[in-house]
């Protein structure tokens, strides 16, 4: 993590005490960019508290920036797991809803990105749970196969027309994944097509993990064939 950078930036924004759009977006950025783990995370905070406590000269206001980091220290933990990357790995099956559950779930507790990489969807309950992470402001972005994206019942065509980056596999073959990555924190990985029959009749599974290894290697995965079919 590029602490300089982030002090920086920081000292930037600070000079009208003030945090732009523009302002908010670039720290986004940097945070996407550089915060991949929960350590960094709180080492990111630290950084914030340590500028504020240089821009004051007031030793009252220095103890309540002192007070506020305490405060967070309790509420949320520097460093720590946070409930979603804390959860322990599991596996669901279908038919049932356990497995659309679990996608709905963490399509719905996503903060920052969802990266989706599935060979059709037709769900439109996950759907919903998708336009809805993006509408509020997570970074999504999918990658599915040319054999089913446009049939009937797709909803491929109106996860593109809300304005979702989405990269359609056109060779020969099949992209035939069927995962994602939240946060990069949890990984849903398994055999379950996003579509109503693999919940109402097919025997399917997923597993939900927040193994650091598994996360780093299917992101290494979706990235490479997001930088493949662009």
Known sequence: MNAAELDALLRQFMVDHKLSDTEKKALARWVETNVT????????????FATARHAVSDPQAVQIIDF??????????????????????????????TCLGRIVSRLNGARRTADICVFTITDDRITTAILAAY????????????????DEGSDVRRLQEAGIPLL????PYHMHHKFALIDRS???NGSYNWTRSAATSNEE????????????AFQREFDSLWQKLS
């Open 37 to 48: 783990t929960e350590q960094k995370r709180g080492v990111a905070r630290s950084r914030v």
């Open 168 to 171: 359609v596999d056109h060779t």
């Open 68 to 97: 506020l980091e305490d405060v967070l220290k309790v509420l949320l933990p520097m460093g720590g797991a946070t409930p979603t990357s804390a959860a322990p790995d599991e596996a669901f099956f279908s038919p049932g809803d």
């Open 186 to 188: 949890r990984l849903i």
């Open 135 to 150: 509408k509020r402001g997570v970074k999504v972005r999918i990658i599915t196969d040319n054999d089913k994206a446009f």
């Open 205 to 216: 599974n997923i597993t939900d993990t927040g193994d650091p290894a598994l996360l780093a």
